[in-house]
């Protein structure tokens, strides 16, 4: 059996698809020399993060694949429907990532309330001239402690950041279509733990709330976020999306950070990903990451060994 992991996959998960006897190929392949090449190299397996597509063409240009999977959460990169209505596998790893995305979340809100993302692009150039201008620009921070934190979605990672969020010692409120109530558990040292249940409340009630709101959600057709949301927030407000690009409204937002609406954005996706709107690169009120939120080394190898066990399982209780 064969397996091309055409965005790459940890070493962990090569190692353990070896060891059941798979053939791992981490070559890059282009997008449109992927069909040949899985096709000449006989690949059963198809591996992918968000680099790489999986549409129709492929799925139907590749017949004998066995199983596509996504080494994350979101699979809107791939015909999901499609690929098993022709007997393929389609496979992701929900769960991986959540700790990696939700850490950076608060990067993002430590870095805004501090103006860390602005400090660190002008330190650099005028540090040594400006210095006590810079130090008065940036001394009217605030602490999280004590805010009200707004998660828009209360799935795995939504989850992950209200466990942080209670840590720091916010007030948590989340919206969910699908989620009436969640326990968090926080784990403290020594096997100790507490139990925090949150009952999920309106996204109109999340948006006049909060002090701060995180967006975790699927992409979607239409912005979860935009000209109307942005009105109902309070002023000053800090949003953060490591969700998917295309569920704020990029224009909205920078017209809302203009008015004062929003204190701060910070943005780990994009509407126009790869390539990021210039008026939102060049804003200074917008902490920027590009697209990294599972990018850490203890989530790709576990997402890694996840994707390696799933293929193991499906392919061995197949061949059974």
């Known amino acids: 059996m064969k397996v091309l992991a055409n965005d790459g996959v940890s070493q962990s998960g090569i190692y353990a698809l070896q060891n059941a006897g798979f ?14 090449y899985i096709n000449e190299k006989a690949i059963d397996v198809l591996l992918v993060r968000s680099s790489t597509t999986v549409r129709k063409d492929l799925i139907d240009g590749c ?17 999901v429907d499609y690929a098993r209505s022709k007997g ?11 700790q990696s995305v939700a850490e950076l979340v608060f990067a993002h809100l430590f870095g805004g309330v501090r103006f860390l993302h602005d400090a660190n692009r002008n330190m650099p150039l005028d540090g040594d001239s400006r210095f006590n201008n810079l130090k008065k620009n940036y001394a009217k921070g605030s602490e999280l402690r004590g805010k009200t934190l707004g998660i828009i979605g209360f799935g795995r990672i939504g989850r992950e950041v209200a466990k942080i969020a209670l840590g720091v010692g916010m007030k948590v409120i989340a919206s969910d279509k699908f989620v009436g109530k969640a326990t968090i558990k926080v784990d403290f040292y020594n096997g100790q733990f507490i139990n925090v249940e949150i009952e999920t409340e309106p996204m109109k009630e999340i948006l006049k709330q909060s ?23 309070k002023d ?35 509407e126009s990903e790869p390539t990021p709107a210039v008026q939102v ?23 890694g060994t996840e994707l390696a066990s799933q293929i193991i399982s499906l392919l061995h209780t197949e061949e059974v």
Do not use: C, W
């Open 23 to 36: 053939e791992v190929f981490t070559t890059t392949v282009a997008q449109e020399q992927l069909i040949n």
């Open 63 to 79: 017949p004998n694949l066995k199983i596509i999977g996504r080494g994350g959460v979101g699979m809107d990169n791939i015909d």
């Open 88 to 98: 393929m596998h389609v496979i992701n790893t929900p769960a991986a990532s959540s």
């Open 211 to 233: 002090d701060f709101i995180t967006l975790h959600v699927p992409a979607q057709d239409s912005y979860v976020i935009g000209a109307k949301q942005f009105d109902l927030m």
């Open 236 to 270: 000053g407000v800090g949003i953060v999306n490591a969700a998917r690009g295309g569920v704020i409204d990029e224009v909205a937002l920078i017209k809302a950070i203009e008015s004062g609406k929003v204190a701060f954005a910070g943005l780990d996706t994009f």
């Open 281 to 303: 690169l060049m804003n200074g009120s917008i902490s920027l990451t590009p697209h990294i939120g599972a990018a850490t080394n203890e989530a790709q190898d576990r997402i």
